[in-house]
C-alpha cells in the first residue's frame, strides 16, 4: 500500500475513533452537562436526584470496566465499538418519551453498560495502538481534543435546535425531544463510520487460564496502576464539576436557562485547543510532571472561586477563573492515559490495565453527581457553590501528591532500566 494511502487510512481511523469516543456519551453526559437547566425542569429533578441517577450509571460502569477489559484483549474494536454505538442509540428512542424517575433511573443503568463494558477499553486500546511508542502524548491529546471539538460542533447545533423552540407553547418539552433525536442519530451515524472505516483485525487470541491468571497479577501488583488510577480519580472530578456551571451561571451569575446552556457551550471549545496542546507538550516534557503542573493551575483556580467576593470585582475575577478551570481540566484529560506507556505497561495487557485504571478513576460516576448535589441543594447559591468549589480545590491538591508519586517512581525505574542497560 502507498505511503500517502496508509497515512490517510491511518488518520480515518483516528477521525473515526474521536468521533465514536464522544457521541457515545452525548446522550447520557451532553444533555445533562450542555442543557441541564432545561433537563432539571423537562424531567422535574432536582440536583440531588439527577446525582442519584449518575451514581446508578457509575455503578453499573464500574462493574463494567473489568469485563470489558478482557473483552478488548479478545474481539476486534470495530466489533466492540459499533455495538455499543447501536445500543446506546436504542436508549434514546425511551429517553425521548420523557421516562419518570424510574425509567429515568433504570435508562442509565442501562447507558452505564453500553458506554462502557464493550466500548471504552476498546477505544483506549485502539488509540494507544494507534500513538506507537513515540507519540502518545499526541494520541491521546489528539483523541480527547478531537473529542471536544465534536462534543462543542454537536452542542451548538443541539443550541441552535432548542433555540428554535424557545418562542413556542411547551418549548422545553419539545425543544429537549428535539435535541434527543438529534443526539440518538448522531450515534447510530457513528456505528456506521467505525463499521466501515476501522479494520475487522485488531484482537488477541485468549490466554490459557494460567496465563490470565498470571497477567491479572502483574497488573494488580504494579503500584504504578493504582497511582494512574488515583489521578484519573482527581482528574475525573475536576470534569464532571463542569456540569454544574450551567446551574452556577443561573443562580449565582444571574443568566437565563439559555444563555448558561451558551457559556457551557461556547467554553467547550476550549477542550480540543487544551487537549491538543497538552499532549503536544508531554511528548517533549513528561506527562506526569505537566498533570501535576496542571493540576496545581486547576486547584488555585478552584480555591479562587470559593471565596466569597464583592460584586464588585467578583465578575470579571469569576469569568477569569472559570477559564482557567476549563483550560486545566481538559488539558489534564486529554493525557492522562498517556501515563499508561510512561509507565510501561505491556501492550498484550492494555485493555487489563485500562479496565483496572477506570474502575479506580471512573468512581467519581458514583459518589460525584450524589454527594455535590446534596451540597448544592442544601445551601442554594452562592454559598452552596462557594463549598462545592472549595471541595474539588481539595480534590485537585490530592491529584497533585498522587501524581508527584507517580513522577518520582517512574524516574527511579528510569534511572535502574538504564543501569541495567549500561
Excluded at 215 to 233: A, D, F, K, N
Excluded at 256 to 269: C, I, K, P, V
Aim: aromatic residues 12%; glycine residues 10%.
Amino acid at each position: 500500500m502507498p505511503p500517502a494511502e496508509t497515512t490517510r487510512k491511518r488518520y480515518a481511523t483516528l477521525l473515526a475513533l474521536i468521533l465514536a469516543g464522544e457521541v457515545i456519551f452525548s446522550l447520557p453526559f451532553h444533555i445533562p452537562r450542555f442543557f441541564r437547566p432545561t433537563m432539571l425542569d423537562v424531567f422535574e429533578l432536582s440536583n440531588t436526584q439527577l446525582g442519584d441517577i449518575f451514581a446508578l450509571y457509575g455503578v453499573v460502569a464500574l462493574l463494567a470496566y473489568f469485563p470489558g477489559g478482557t473483552i478488548a484483549d479478545r474481539v476486534a474494536p470495530r466489533t466492540l465499538i459499533t455495538t455499543s454505538l447501536v445500543a446506546t442509540a436504542l436508549g434514546g428512542v425511551y429517553l425521548y418519551t420523557i421516562p419518570g424517575l424510574l425509567g429515568l433511573h433504570l435508562l442509565f443503568a442501562y447507558w452505564g453498560l453500553t458506554t462502557i463494558l464493550l466500548f471504552w477499553a476498546a477505544l483506549i486500546k485502539a488509540t494507544r495502538d494507534w500513538g506507537g511508542q513515540q507519540t502518545q502524548g499526541l494520541a491521546f491529546g489528539l483523541l480527547d481534543g478531537g473529542r471536544g471539538l465534536v462534543a462543542s460542533v454537536f452542542a451548538t447545533v443541539a443550541l441552535f435546535i432548542l433555540s428554535e423552540r424557545a418562542a413556542s407553547a411547551g418549548a422545553s418539552v419539545l425543544g429537549l425531544q428535539s435535541v434527543i433525536v438529534f443526539y440518538s442519530f448522531v450515534v447510530l451515524l457513528a456505528a456506521a463510520i467505525i463499521w466501515f472505516t476501522l479494520p475487522a483485525g485488531g484482537s488477541h487470541p485468549a490466554n490459557r487460564a494460567s496465563d490470565e491468571r498470571a497477567h491479572w497479577r502483574r497488573v494488580l501488583s504494579e503500584p504504578g496502576v493504582w497511582l494512574q488510577g488515583g489521578t484519573v480519580i482527581c482528574a475525573y472530578c475536576g470534569y464532571k464539576a463542569l456540569d454544574n456551571y450551567g446551574i452556577y451561571a443561573v443562580q449565582v451569575l444571574d443568566m437565563n436557562e439559555l444563555d448558561a446552556a451558551r457559556l457551557n457551550t461556547y467554553a467547550s471549545y476550549i477542550r480540543p485547543v487544551a487537549a491538543v496542546a497538552a499532549g503536544l507538550w508531554a511528548d517533549r516534557w513528561r506527562s506526569s510532571k505537566l498533570i501535576t503542573l496542571l493540576f496545581f493551575i486547576a486547584g488555585a483556580a478552584f480555591l479562587t472561586l470559593s471565596q466569597d467576593f464583592t460584586a464588585s470585582i467578583a465578575t470579571g475575577l469569576i469569568v477569569a477563573n472559570v477559564l482557567i478551570t476549563f483550560v486545566a481540566v481538559y488539558a489534564v484529560r486529554g493525557i492522562y492515559f498517556s501515563l499508561i506507556e510512561e509507565g510501561h505497561v505491556d501492550r498484550r495487557i492494555t485493555g487489563s490495565a485500562v479496565g483496572l485504571i477506570s474502575v479506580l478513576g471512573f468512581t467519581p460516576d458514583v459518589f460525584f453527581g450524589s454527594i455535590t448535589g446534596r451540597i448544592l441543594d442544601a445551601n442554594p447559591g452562592a454559598v452552596g457553590f462557594q463549598h462545592y468549589f472549595l471541595l474539588l480545590a481539595l480534590i485537585c491538591a490530592g491529584g497533585m501528591v498522587l501524581t508527584m508519586i507517580l513522577s518520582r517512581r517512574l524516574t527511579v525505574l528510569r534511572k535502574r532500566a538504564t543501569m541495567h542497560t549500561a
